[in-house]
């Protein structure tokens, strides 16, 4: 086995420990609970949780999806969001190699997932989680290389620009069109993608909006999950991206 696979392999190890990190955030930040203290501990009985309890994918599996003390069922979201944040840092890091900036792209996804799943749950995004992915992608390259000034300036000219279509939409329709935590993950977007792959990944997160819009009717559907799969695609495919830009433009 070479030391690029062992890279790999410890890659989707670290994701796994932080997506079980990011359970306890999905968990606890919208209730306003401290993320640190107390510690684990069964949401329906509240004992605390032994170390053996705690270790990502396989305790679930272990114990069968139920505590072990009270024997309620554990929520599967835990092994889910372990096993899709292991799987996406494993793809970052085959994407981007071993570069000093992979943990910080890789910790933006990380809170984006977690973004994701509390949309979801609360239709609500927390400004902490929200700011913490947009500074991990500042600090991060972007995929064309810029520098972290130019990386500020599009992430401030993206969520700028979005606050200015939301604001205007707004006047029009006389309604909130769109929400602060949106405007925030645009920045987060432009720092990651830059320009122009961010105007792709916004559009292609509309598109993947459209149609559980349609089996919604008249239930919210979260939009950051949305933006949040997007800028990973682009993220991921941005050769692609290019090729498809240059079509639109060229053809």
Request: proline fraction near 6%; include cysteine.
């Amino acid at each position: 086995m070479d030391a690029m696979t062992l890279y790999a392999i410890l890659a989707a190890l670290v994701g796994l420990l932080v997506g079980s990190f990011l359970n306890v955030v999905i968990y606890r930040v919208p209730l306003g609970e401290n993320i640190a203290f107390p510690a684990s501990h069964c949401t329906s009985c509240n004992h605390p949780l032994k170390w053996y309890h705690n270790i990502p994918l396989f305790s679930w599996l272990f114990l069968g999806g139920k505590c072990a003390f009270c024997g309620e069922p554990i929520s599967r979201q835990y092994p889910i969001v372990e096993f899709i944040n292991a799987l996406i840092w494993l793809m970052l890091f085959i994407k981007v190699g071993p570069v000093w900036w992979f943990p910080f792209v890789a910790a933006s996804f990380s809170a984006l997932l977690a973004l994701s799943m509390i949309d979801f749950k609360y239709f609500a995004v927390p400004d902490s989680v929200n700011f913490f992915a947009l500074g991990a992608a500042l600090i991060s390259p972007a995929l064309l290389h810029m520098d972290m000034s130019n990386s500020i300036a599009q992430a401030l000219m993206a969520a700028g620009g979005l606050w200015l279509i939301g604001f205007i939409v707004s006047k029009v329709a006389r309604k909130e069109a769109m929400g602060s935590a949106d405007v925030i993950v645009a920045g987060t977007m432009a720092a990651l993608l830059g320009f122009p792959n961010f105007f792709i990944a916004l559009f292609l997160s509309a598109i993947l909006a459209i149609f559980p819009s349609l089996f919604a009717k008249d239930t919210m559907v979260p939009f950051v999950p949305f933006l949040a799969l997007a800028t990973l695609i682009v993220y991921l495919f941005d050769a692609q991206a290019a090729q498809l830009i240059h079509w639109i433009i060229y053809r």
